[in-house]
């Protein structure tokens, strides 16, 4: 782990429903593994300190690293999100979904690369120029804004980067290709 790597926190989100899914897509095996577990140990491989955002406390993982409770309840990434940076020890987060098992170091730190001020999010984007919020950087002085969204009944996390001052990089569309059913599980050959 490189001294720049050592100023971000990683963040695993990890809080959602799976009603897609129908059960908990964290724990669904992927080659054996659960999913959760497959990101996590790449997000623990570049930064210094790990975070899971669940839902609530009932809500455990076999994963090494701290967890925290979503302080607003039903607002989907933006509270995973707002729950990590209030905790995080570091000015950066590195956040992944739990759900992006092709996500690899090598994304991560090129993500990594970019978070620097003035920027205060740093969003990875596919061929076609979508933004993935749910694989980024973002930094402690989000805090607030989040927040005021959240108090404000705006949950989605685009307006949050909306808000922010963005970098983007391009990460590889197998990368950034979540699980959200079963299925996906199944055409992905990943049993």
């Not at 975070?51 to 039903?74: C, H, L, M, T």
Request: hydrophobic share 45%; aromatic share 4%; proline share 4%.
């Amino acid at each position: 782990m490189t001294s720049e790597q050592q100023h971000f926190s990683g963040l695993i989100l990890a809080g959602g429903k799976s009603l897609r899914f129908g059960a908990d897509k964290a724990t669904a095996l992927i080659r054996g593994k659960p999913m959760i577990n497959t990101v996590a140990d790449v997000v623990a491989d570049v930064t210094s300190e790990l975070i899971v955002s669940v839902a609530s406390v009932e809500q455990r993982y076999d994963v090494k690293g701290s967890f925290v409770e979503d302080v607003f309840q039903n607002c989907g990434p933006l509270g995973g999100l707002h729950a990590g940076l209030s905790v995080a020890s570091n000015e950066w987060i590195l956040c992944a979904s739990c759900d992006l098992p092709f996500v690899e170091v090598d994304d991560l730190v090129r993500l990594m690369e970019q978070a620097r001020l003035p920027a205060t999010a740093v969003v990875a984007i596919d061929s076609r120029d979508l933004k993935h919020p749910l694989c980024a950087c973002y930094h402690a002085s989000l805090l607030p804004v989040a927040e005021a969204h959240i108090l404000s009944g705006r949950f989605a996390i685009h307006d949050l980067i909306d808000r922010a001052v963005l970098r983007t990089v391009r990460l590889p569309d197998r990368s950034l290709t979540n699980i959200n059913r079963l299925s996906d599980i199944e055409e992905s050959n990943l049993l």
